[in-house]
C-alpha cells in the first residue's frame, strides 16, 4: 500500500520561507507527475505547483517566481520551496503522486503566515 508522508509546515512571518516535503512509500514502481495543492478555510482546494517525470513544472500565477517544485526520484519525494510567503499564502498544503494506477494523496501539511 501506499503512502505520501507531507511534512516542513508550520507558523511563519510575512516574507519569511518555509520547504515542505512529501515523500512516498511502499510499493512503488514508477511515479509520473507530482504536485502540491492547498485549500484555505472556506476555499475549493486549488493547484499550486506540479512537476512532470521528465522535470517539466507548472505553477499557479500565485506561486509563479515565489515558489519551487522540485523532486528527488531516488528518494521518491517532492519538495516545494516557498519564499515571500503571504499571509493569503496561509492553507492546508496537500501533496499528490500519480503512481500507476492513480492519484494518491498526503495527510496535509499547515501552512500559517502571520505575524
Known amino acids: 500500500q501506499v503512502q505520501l508522508v507531507e511534512s516542513g509546515g508550520g507558523l511563519v512571518q510575512p516574507g519569511g520561507s518555509l520547504r515542505l516535503s512529501c515523500a512516498a512509500s511502499?510499493?512503488?514502481?514508477?511515479?509520473?507527475?507530482m504536485g502540491w495543492y492547498r485549500q484555505a478555510p472556506g476555499k475549493q482546494r486549488e493547484l499550486v505547483a506540479q512537476?512532470?517525470?521528465?522535470?517539466?513544472?507548472n505553477y499557479a500565477d500565485s506561486a509563479k517566481g515565489r515558489f519551487t517544485i522540485s523532486r528527488d526520484n531516488a528518494k521518491n519525494t517532492v519538495y516545494l520551496q516557498m519564499n515571500s510567503l503571504k499571509p493569503e499564502d496561509t492553507a492546508v498544503y496537500y501533496c499528490?503522486?500519480?503512481?500507476?494506477?492513480?492519484?494518491?494523496w498526503g495527510q496535509g501539511t499547515q501552512v500559517t503566515v502571520s505575524s
Open positions: 511502499g510499493i512503488i514502481f514508477s511515479i509520473l507527475h
Open positions: 512537476i512532470t517525470s521528465s522535470g517539466n513544472t
Open positions: 499528490t503522486m500519480y503512481i500507476r494506477p492513480r492519484d494518491y
